[in-house]
């Protein structure tokens, strides 16, 4: 079984910037892509951005410029900088791994989430 866990999350102004982390733990073999997706009140859950094990990254539109995602494979961790800060990134952000276990069998593991709220 695989764990994730965010944390980081926190209320700040408009313009400013917060650091987000998540770290996967269990008997993990490898992990293909980990990513950070988010969910506002009332909305679907949105991607943010993904990164592989090579480093390839992915990222919304509304993010890109903004936000920057890094990963510590050794580590098993993920790092999401959120800089300039718009009231609309409100939401509680996810982490998401995938990958496979040492069993081995597939993983696509969710952390609890951490909620992020910009207000002037």
């Known amino acids: 079984q695989v764990h994730v866990v965010e944390s980081g999350g926190g209320l700040v102004q408009p313009g400013g910037s917060l650091r987000l982390s998540c770290a996967a733990s269990g008997s993990i073999f490898s992990i293909i892509v980990m990513g950070w997706y988010r969910q506002a009140p009332g909305k679907q859950r949105e991607l943010v951005a993904t990164?592989?094990?090579?480093?390839?990254?992915t990222y919304a539109n509304s993010m890109k410029g903004r936000f920057t995602i890094s990963r510590d494979n050794s580590k098993n961790t993920v790092l999401l900088q959120m800089n300039s800060l718009r009231p609309e990134d409100t939401a509680v952000y996810y982490c998401?791994?995938?990958?496979?276990?040492?069993?081995?069998?597939?993983?696509?593991?969710w952390g609890q989430g951490t909620q992020v709220t910009v207000f002037s």
């Open positions: 998401n791994a995938i990958g496979r276990t040492t069993t081995p069998l597939n993983f696509n593991s």
């Open positions: 990164i592989t094990s090579g480093g390839s990254t």
